[in-house]
T-cell receptor, first 114, second 111 residues
Framework: ETGVTQTPRHLVMGMTNKKSLKCEQH?????MYWYKQSAKKPLELMFV???????ENNSVPSRFSPECPNSSHLFLHLHTLQPEDSALYLC?????????????FGQGTRLTVV | SQQGEEDPQALSIQEGENATMNCSYK?????LQWYRQNSGRGLVHLIL?????REKHSGRLRVTLDTSKKSSSLLITASRAADTASYFC???????????FGGGTRVLVKP
């Protein structure tokens, strides 16, 4: 248990559905991240939030919409996804976005788009 | 382009043997980190080595860093079945704070 909790663990959604992924951390961290892990591809950084402000959007399509209401919670809103968006979505947090921070990861949400 | 690339992509060993995997990267870094991921789960931080460090130990783990060759190695000594996982290196650039992950090495430790 790393202190970062993601829900749901598994999600199957149609291409016309709207769903949200949730991430919660009680580690007192100020930075939170969304990563996408697809089969046979390196982990891809999607978004970075530091003190609730988005500091990085790694050219992510607008069908993925992040929300960070406070430093402990991070959401990823999904709408009109494509089958190629099926992947493991990992949330992580760190103390801040400094260079020597280790990242604490959640268990991930396995998303399947049908 | 990918910053960290692990080698080999997959490794199969017997329990008790040592496992060595390598990571190469392209640009100058502030530090390099190794993470472990059990199948379909989140990543767990193992060790961080700074660019001015050459070797670091943590339990059965030994990490080396050669900045002249832009490479790092992770050695797991006396492996156990529970070490079966994927291992990823991640680099943090000298002028940034973003973790950039490699493709990982899948390690299978057979009992």
């Amino acid at each position: 248990e790393t202190g970062v909790t993601q829900t749901p663990r598994h999600l199957v959604m149609g291409m016309t559905n709207k769903k949200s992924l949730k991430c919660e951390q009680h580690l007192g961290h100020n930075a939170m991240y969304w990563y996408k892990q697809s089969a046979k591809k390196p982990l891809e950084l999607m978004f970075v939030y530091n003190f609730k402000e988005q500091t990085e959007n790694n050219s992510v399509p607008s069908r993925f919409s992040p929300e960070c209401p406070n430093s402990s919670h991070l959401f990823l809103h999904l709408h009109t996804l494509q089958p190629e968006d099926s992947a493991l979505y990992l949330c992580a947090s760190s103390q801040n976005t400094g260079t020597e921070n280790e990242a604490f990861f959640g268990q991930g949400t396995r998303l399947t788009v049908v | 382009s990918q910053q960290g690339e692990e080698d080999p992509q997959a490794l199969s060993i017997q329990e008790g043997e040592n496992a060595t995997m390598n990571c190469s990267y392209k640009t100058s870094i502030n530090n390099l980190q190794w993470y472990r991921q059990n199948s379909g789960r989140g990543l767990v931080h193992l060790i961080l080595i700074r660019s001015n460090e050459r070797e670091k130990h943590s339990g059965r783990l030994r990490v080396t860093l050669d900045t002249s060759k832009k490479s790092s190695s992770l050695l797991i000594t006396a492996s156990r079945a529970a070490d079966t996982a994927s291992y990823f290196c991640a680099t943090v650039k000298a002028a940034g704070n973003k973790l950039t992950f490699g493709g990982g090495t899948r390690v299978l430790v057979k009992p």
